[in-house]
């Protein structure tokens, strides 16, 4: 069972656009939810991170925004480069150790 | 600091044998976990290893399993081998007491 379900599958947005990735929770035990860049032949790499206490965090270009009360979290990124296209997942845990729970993934890719 | 690395990066197998891959957590960091990467399944967690003892365990076969060492340095390994055990096989350190985990580049294992 997907404990975290991640849309859209894929995405294509224009240079400068904005990138909108929306991921959903059911396990109200999670309180740590990043997310991962990952580009073909690599590891996934930690983009950023939130906990539930707050509603957003911003780090340059990249936002996630948090709603508690909905169980959902999104991954928003301004003034997306070409050199963005990769594939994002995002993820949550909890009390649980470190288990990472990830969505399905999207693939983006930023067009010139 | 150096990241976590993976060996081998590479490996084919046939059906029936078993494999070990190895992985070398980031200096410091004592939590090593695992997971599978499929196009069908996206990212699965396996297992995770802390102190030399495992902690937790994904929804996988008894085929699977791993070790941890004195040094932190962990080891998996699948015996019997299916052809649906082909797959990109992450490793993930972290620090104790932080939900920060850093993966290395995975190994791509291919059983034939």
């Known amino acids: 069972q997907q404990q975290v379900k991640q849309s859209p599958q894929s995405l294509i947005v224009q240079k400068g656009g904005i990138s909108i990735i929306n991921c959903a929770y059911e396990n109200t035990a999670f309180d740590y939810f990043p997310w991962y860049q990952q580009f073909p032949g690599k590891g996934p790499a930690l983009l950023i991170a939130?906990?539930?206490?707050?509603s957003e965090k911003k780090e340059g270009r990249f936002t996630i925004s948090f709603n508690k009360s909905a169980k959902q979290f999104s991954l928003h990124i301004m003034d997306s480069q070409p050199g963005d296209s990769a594939t994002y997942f995002c993820a949550a845990n909890g009390n649980s150790g470190y288990a990472l729970n990830f969505g399905k993934g999207t693939s983006l890719l930023v067009t010139p | 600091k150096a990241g976590v690395t993976q060996t081998p990066r590479y490996l084919i197998k046939t059906r029936g044998q078993q494999v070990t891959l190895s992985c070398s957590p980031i200096s410091g960091h004592r939590s090593v976990s695992w997971y599978q990467q499929t196009p069908g399944q996206g990212l699965q967690f396996l297992f995770e290893y802390f102190s030399e003892t495992q902690r937790n365990k994904g929804n996988f076969p008894g085929r699977f399993s791993g070790r941890q060492f004195s040094n932190s340095r962990s080891e998996m390994n699948v015996s019997t081998l299916e052809l649906g055990d082909s797959a990109l096989y992450l490793c993930a350190s972290s620090l104790v007491g932080q939900g920060i985990q850093f993966f290395g580049p995975g190994t791509r294992l291919t059983v034939l």
């Open positions: 939130i906990r539930p206490d707050v």
